[in-house]
T-cell receptor, first 117, second 118 residues
Framework: DTAVSQTPKYLVTQMGNDKSIKCEQNLGHDTMYWYKQDSKKFLKIMFSYNNKELIINETVPNRFSPKSPDKAHLNLHINSLELGDSAVYFC????????????????FGPGTRLTVL | AQKVTQAQTEISVVEKEDVTLDCVYETRDTTYYLFWYKQPPSGELVFLIRRNSFDEQNEISGRYSWNFQKSTSSFNFTITASQVVDSAVYFCALSEASLVTSYDKVIFGPGTSLSVIP
């Protein structure tokens, strides 16, 4: 069974289009994340949701909008795609610690390679 | 600001050699967590270890070992008798409480690409 799954695995689209990436975790975790990994492999957090509430929102253009319909799902919608959005996007999840911190290990999905032409 | 530095961008070793991947971090907090993740060529990210700032004991897991030294703000990772399957990008990461919210934020280092040559 896949712990954290993302669809699609590959996404090729034209500039200006709107696209969505879906993420689901079956680990029972209450926190989910979106990361962007650029061509140099640099990994940067974009958003984090805890129990469906947005808790981390990094300096990301507002063309990116995460949505968490429930604890097990965190989708990423991107409007007006630009060339610079080309990257691999990773979804991850973790369990909140007993003290309320988010410092437990994160489980990552397989990634979605987005190519904007 | 927190920062994670992995000064070695790329390392190549011959199989069976030992290799150490360096990680140096900066943080304002006394309570924080350090991680290592592995990203093999297939692309997925795999958790390897987590350490909290109060536990400076070194850890060994098979051929992998980690040396945490608060005095030098380093959390280095050594692979003994490297194998081709160890070829991957290795990320060191730091988690500390966000300035804005009470939640932790994980900052990843730039990664070290390890190639093990048969």
């Amino acid at each position: 069974d896949t712990a954290v799954s993302q669809t699609p695995k590959y996404l090729v689209t034209q500039m200006g289009n709107d696209k969505s990436i879906k993420c689901e975790q079956n680990l029972g975790h209450d926190t989910m994340y979106w990361y962007k990994q650029d061509s140099k492999k640099f990994l940067k957090i974009m958003f984090s949701y805890n129990n469906k509430e947005l808790i981390i929102n990094e300096t990301v253009p507002n063309r990116f909008s995460p949505k968490s319909p429930d604890k097990a799902h965190l989708n990423l919608h991107i409007n007006s795609l630009e060339l610079g959005d080309s990257a691999v996007y990773f979804c991850a999840s973790s369990q909140e610690s007993a003290s309320g911190g988010l410092h437990n290990e994160q489980f990552f999905g397989p990634g979605t390679r987005l190519t904007v032409l | 600001a927190q920062k994670v530095t992995q000064a070695q961008t790329e390392i190549s070793v011959v199989e069976k050699e030992d290799v150490t991947l360096d990680c140096v971090y900066e943080t304002r907090d006394t309570t924080y967590y350090l991680f290592w993740y592995k990203q093999p060529p297939s692309g997925e990210l795999v958790f390897l270890i987590r350490r909290n700032s109060f536990d400076e004991q070194n850890e060994i897991s098979g051929r992998y070992s980690w040396n945490f030294q608060k005095s030098t703000s380093s959390f280095n990772f050594t692979i003994t008798a490297s194998q081709v399957v160890d070829s991957a990008v290795y990320f060191c990461a730091l988690s500390e409480a966000s300035l804005v919210t009470s939640y932790d934020k994980v900052i990843f280092g730039p990664g070290t690409s390890l190639s093990v040559i048969p």
